[in-house]
């Protein structure tokens, strides 16, 4: 019972973080923005959405990392959820050394302050947010095959 109840929670972790990026991804292109839009869009994604996902990143790796070890029977489920938990890891990287650094700048211009070279800076956190979602879908994908597997698999 613990370990399917700790295999749904990776899954469903690891698929609302996956989602939640890939929706953007699909859904929120900026390049064809104003300055004054993108900035109003940005600030409102990063205030709404930041926190959740930082929490959900964490928990969606540590998950992981328990239900690999709750599975190392199985070498090969073992093998795809460490690689999940790693590259999960890797998006905590990007977010950290890539995303968060523009977003603490962008948090700080208003309409009438925007900078520049605001462009460049809105390519950059794009292509890293896309980097991180093609991470969590792989991820994803790990964690999904994982849980097809049967249980009498671990055994």
Excluded at 80 to 98: D, E, H, K, N, P
Excluded at 132 to 148: M, Q, Y
Aim: aromatic residues 10%; positive net charge.
């Amino acid at each position: 019972m613990t370990l399917h109840l700790v295999r749904f929670v990776s899954l469903l972790l690891v698929a609302l973080l996956g989602g939640t990026s890939f929706g953007i991804v699909m859904g929120f292109d900026p390049s064809q923005y104003s300055a004054s839009t993108y900035v109003e869009q940005q600030q409102h994604l990063v205030r709404a959405l930041h926190s959740l996902m930082v929490s959900m990143v964490i928990a969606a790796t540590i998950i992981t990392i328990v239900s690999a070890v709750m599975q190392r029977k199985n070498k090969a489920v073992f093998v795809a959820l460490l690689c999940a938990s790693v590259l999960l890891g890797s998006c905590i990287v990007i977010s950290r050394f890539g995303n968060l650094p523009i977003q603490q700048e962008m948090l700080t211009w208003t309409i009438n302050t925007v900078p520049p070279h605001w462009t460049t800076l809105r390519d950059k956190w794009w292509m890293f947010h896309k980097a991180r979602t093609i991470v969590e879908l792989i991820a994803l994908a790990l964690v999904a095959w994982s849980t097809t597997r049967t249980s009498h698999e671990y055994r």
